[in-house]
């Protein structure tokens, strides 16, 4: 979720797959309603050459020092598990002009730090997790 609404969130877990999945959101005009994230951030790097108005994101676990790691891949967002992130991350990427999303929350208790802290986008296995803590 991002700003309260559904983000459609495509995840590259093979090359060869780059091609289809730009032409699909180019075809549907899903420019802002959609964000293709990867582990294999060379993918990321070639959909955002392919379409740069697609929104793209940095898969990682991990806590990086930087969030050039986002900037090499020329994404928009760095992707990453919940338990690695903190607020000075979160500080530090938006100073970068970065969004930071987050996965996968799948308790309602463990929301409120994050989005405190003022993560972007939080993905879950259970949306009613999120729809109710939203309401």
Known sequence: MID??????IELKEE???RSVVD???RNNLFDKACVISFWHRLVKTVKEMD??????????????DACIAAQASADALVM???FVDRELVKMA????????IWNIDDQDLLKP???MGVDAIGTN??????????
Do not use: W
């Open 4 to 9: 309260k609404q559904v983000l459609l969130i």
């Open 16 to 18: 060869g797959t780059e």
């Open 24 to 26: 699909l959101l180019v």
């Open 52 to 65: 740069g108005r697609i929104k793209t994101g940095v898969l990682l676990v991990g806590s990086p020092v």
């Open 81 to 83: 598990k919940y338990s």
């Open 94 to 101: 938006h100073e970068k002009g970065l969004k930071v999303f």
């Open 114 to 116: 994050y989005v405190d």
């Open 126 to 135: 259970d949306p009613r997790v999120l729809a109710k803590y939203f309401r």
